[in-house]
């Protein structure tokens, strides 16, 4: 059941918007990514215009929600809780918007052997907010499960952690992949853990709030 009532479930609502809008933009680089291992450049192309749209809206929700908050929704010495925790979930879009650029620009040569295992590294920092989607959202209904997800996104993140060395440590081992090449992927893989990265400090934050509330 729902702690709070009127400007504060308006809130919640934004920032329901917020999550799926940025869930959206994580799974347009997905498949960005799929595309451009694949060698359909064009299709990854689409794909990076998909998550800069994204992004924006992303931007734009997340203004909104400090709006709701600057008018009166919750007492001030909580309104900076929330004005952080929705710019920490912004970052995410971010980092995938960053990794997306990068890759696009730069355009390496796509490792085709290690097609699974890159795409591995995606999934686990898609999996980390995933599991923070779920612990913000209970925020508003059951703050010790806020806790329990939180630290859920922590052992998700260093999951993603581990598969992001392993990566790294093949493609620098490859014989078919250019120094130049290598190089530019390890930026990638890194801003592509960045996303894990973003989603464990904004569960951070959930850890913070619901402590707070539980008092």
Known sequence: MPIFGGKESSV?????????VVKESLVAFRELMNAYLDGDFERARAFEREVDQLESKADTLR???ETMLYEGAFLPANRGDYVRL???????????ESAAHTLILAK???????????MELVESAIESYAILEDAVNALNSDVDRAIELAKAVEDAEEKADEVEYDVKGKVFESETVTTYAKLIWNQILTKIGDIADRAEDASDQVMLMAIKRRG
């Open 63 to 65: 203004r909104s929600i």
């Open 108 to 118: 390496p040569k796509a490792p085709m052997e290690l097609k699974g295992e890159i």
């Open 86 to 96: 929705s710019e920490l979930i912004d970052q995410v879009a971010d980092a995938a």
């Open 12 to 20: 919640f609502e934004a920032i329901e918007s917020h999550l799926e």
